[in-house]
């Protein structure tokens, strides 16, 4: 397999983000909040070919906790999910 020491995991951006619920939305759902609280995060995976960090995967996430109002609380949606061919060994992508 791939040498673990090769492979790094970044986490290029992780803030807090207060979600505004539309109009539209608020009069279908009179119970939802204002608004929803959540975690941004982007994760990329990289892997050390040749001396260079070559970006293989890329994750974008939004991590909703338990102090979140329902139907979001304790919830994780992956917003955008990327990858490339670049993994060594091949048979492993």
């Known amino acids: 397999g791939p040498d673990p020491s090769k492979i790094h995991i970044r986490i290029l951006s992780n803030y807090d983000v207060a979600c505004k619920v539309k109009p539209f939305v608020k009069k279908a759902f009179p119970s939802y909040p204002d608004s929803f609280n959540y975690r941004s995060r982007c994760i990329f995976l990289f892997q050390e070919l040749d001396g260079v960090d070559v ?12 102090e979140c109002p329902d139907p979001n609380r304790r919830k994780l949606y992956i917003a955008y999910l990327d990858s490339v061919h670049y993994f060594r060994p091949r048979r492993l992508r």
């Not at 970006?55 to 338990?66: D, K, P, W």
């Open 55 to 66: 970006l293989i995967y890329a994750m974008f996430v939004q991590e909703y906790g338990s």
